[in-house]
């Protein structure tokens, strides 16, 4: 049984930082996208940012223009954890954020829709507020 497990989340102010981890169990991701999305109240479920395996242990870094410059996404050599660094964080960053899985080696046109990721974690609370 696949598992994605997030940690990390809390409250901040603004221009503060947060840590957000994921670590999946049940079959390996190395090969395939692992990333992050988020969902305010009221809204649809966003892209924030991804990962894709490119080779060996490397990574192409995907990211909503919204938080470029400000977010980091990282993997570990194994694959298998996905983490998110948020630096600079904004009132507009509060959301529940999840960690997601593919199982499709997606091509970059699509690998910022949420459809085409099969496991989801089950979503830690982040606010940034005074």
């Known amino acids: 049984q696949v598992q994605l497990v997030e940690s990390g989340g809390g409250t901040v102010q603004p221009g503060g930082s947060l840590r957000l981890s994921c670590a999946a169990s049940g079959r390996a991701f190395s090969n395939y996208p692992m990333g992050w999305f988020r969902q305010a109240p009221g809204k649809d479920r966003q892209f924030v940012a991804t990962t894709r395996w490119i080779g060996g242990s490397a990574y192409t870094k995907y990211y909503a223009d919204s938080v470029k410059g400000r977010f980091t996404i990282a993997r570990d050599i194994a694959g298998n954890t996905v983490s998110l660094q948020m630096n600079s964080l904004k009132p507009e960053d509060t959301a529940v954020y999840y960690c997601?899985?593919?199982?499709?080696?997606?091509?970059?046109?699509?690998?910022?829709?949420?459809?085409?990721?099969?496991?989801w974690g089950q979503g830690t609370q982040v606010t940034v507020s005074l």
């Open positions: 997601a899985a593919s199982s499709t080696r997606l091509i970059a046109s699509t690998i910022s829709k949420t459809e085409n990721y099969d496991f």
